[in-house]
């Protein structure tokens, strides 16, 4: 079955970094983007960024431009998502998701993605 | 970016009552819109795409509707297992933005 496993939960200390992964299985990797969300404690969900699994493109939150960085490695069917300078308000429950997607009509529209397969979140907690 | 808004915030409701939630975008995103269920320490999960599209799996009692700036989820028939906190996210554009959330609770 088409499924997404995340790596365990990281604690690191302000300014360092942390590196999530996201293993795909059950479908064909490179056919479908990963999207990243995050929910710190408590609070809603919010959209990290995006990446191609087919040509690498990527597609980040503008509040996290600059210290985000996400990557696939094809061979293993992985995605990472790299967050760097870490600070007290980057604690939160990191998600990857499969960004699935239809041709809504006519068919020059762009597609209609939505995140329908979810891993079950990587906690990172950042305290000194 | 285009904010999502959630009505209401909360809601208290009993077994078998209906249950609507609005999700109003501050631009038009066509039927852009996607819908998500959250239970506390567990991942969204998919419910509603495309506007009014049934996930596959997902029970028939949901469903929704709208197109352009204001969308619906509708519960027909609320089940035990339907308190949870439902979100709307539109992907017509990046970012792509979530409402605030709507918590369902029992009554």
């Known amino acids: 079955q088409v499924q997404l496993v995340q790596s365990g939960a990281e604690v690191k200390k302000p300014g360092a970094s942390v590196k999530v992964s996201c293993k795909a299985s059950?479908?064909?990797?490179?056919?479908?983007?990963i999207s990243w969300v995050r929910q710190a404690p408590g609070q809603g969900l919010e959209w990290v960024g995006w990446?191609?699994?087919?040509?690498?493109?990527?597609n980040y939150a503008q509040n996290l431009q600059g210290r985000v960085t996400m990557t696939t490695d094809t061979s293993t069917s992985t995605a990472y998502m790299e967050l760097r300078s870490l600070r007290s308000d980057d604690t939160a429950v990191y998600y990857c998701?499969?960004?699935?997607?239809?041709?809504?009509?006519?068919?020059?529209?762009?597609?209609?993605?939505?995140?329908?397969?979810w891993g079950k979140g990587t906690t990172v907690t950042v305290s000194s | 970016d285009i904010q999502m808004t959630q009505s209401p915030s909360s809601l208290s409701a009993s077994v078998r009552d209906r249950v609507t939630i609005t999700c109003r975008a501050s631009?038009?995103?066509?039927?852009?819109l996607n819908w998500y269920q959250q239970k506390p320490v567990k991942a969204p999960k998919l419910l509603i795409y495309?506007?009014?599209s049934l996930q596959s799996g997902v029970p028939s009692r949901f469903s929704g509707s709208g197109s352009g700036t204001d969308f619906t989820l509708t519960i027909s028939s609320l089940q035990p297992e339907d308190f949870a906190t439902y979100y709307c996210?539109?992907?017509?554009?990046?970012?792509?933005?979530f409402g605030q959330g709507t918590k369902v609770e029992i009554k």
């Open positions: 998701a499969r960004a699935y997607h239809i041709i809504l009509l006519p068919a020059a529209n762009p597609p209609c993605y939505y995140m329908d397969v």
């Open positions: 059950g479908y064909p990797f490179t056919s479908y983007p």
């Open positions: 990446i191609s699994a087919y040509n690498g493109n990527t």
């Open positions: 631009q038009s995103i066509g039927s852009y």
């Open positions: 495309a506007a009014s």
């Open positions: 996210q539109q992907s017509y554009s990046t970012p792509w933005t």
